[in-house]
């Protein structure tokens, strides 16, 4: 692994991530974080350009993040955020064991798809050990088993104009006067066909659990466990990110992360 990843690695779990650690507390010092205008905003998000800059000039765009072997695996998958969502569709899925579970693929495509978990886990698999690193500090090794993004998106024959793919979930983070708003995350195209870049079925040698995101999420191994949304329900293929939420790309960046977390 190269010098500048282990330093952008030893920044995030010591600088940002105490800043994000601070964020949830509700620290008084980023209130407001979240307003187009705020300094700190316009300051992490020149940090943020440097940093993908950097990655995608230097590096190997298909460059691996690191893999473990079985005996790396010491502890159970951390689950974080949401870990039971409580949505009736998703309650109604999960009491059936998701044998009705669809996923929708639609947007800047040719052809939508709309996949059982059987129709995932007919399609070319691939197993990875790999270590998650959240933005609060911690971080696990466990082994995933899904389809690369990239085969989805290819039957799926994405439209030359799209530029994002948009993850919808089931779950609800957060409820607000407007209604629940639910989980949702983008990346790029260069991200979403990378050869680690996962829909995850399951963990660990077994069905993905229902804390870490059944029946399907997502791993996106070169960024931080933000942006690996979990209990996917659809996906779209979007140009433009900007109307969607609050226009930051996501949940977590629309309230002040960072929109591209590499690591």
Partial sequence: ??????SRRRLLRTGLGTIAASTVAGCKVLDGLSAPDHRLRHFMERANDLTMAMQRG???RDALAQEFAPVDIRQPQRPNGVTDPQDADYVAHRNARF???RLEVGGLVHRPLSLSLADLR??????QITRHDCVEGWSCIAEWAGVPLWHVLDRAMVHTSARYVLFH?????ERSLSGAIRYYETIDLVDARHPQTLLAWGMNGAPLPVPNGAPLRVRVERQLGYKMAKYVRAIE????????GRGRGGYWEDRGYEWYAGI
């Fill in 237 to 244: 293929l979007v140009d433009d990110f900007s109307g969607i």
């Fill in 1 to 6: 692994m190269s010098d500048h990843v282990v």
């Fill in 99 to 101: 044998a009705n579970y």
């Fill in 58 to 60: 230097v590096l190997d």
């Fill in 169 to 173: 979930c089931f779950d609800t983070i």
């Fill in 122 to 127: 007919q399609m070319p698999t691939r197993r």
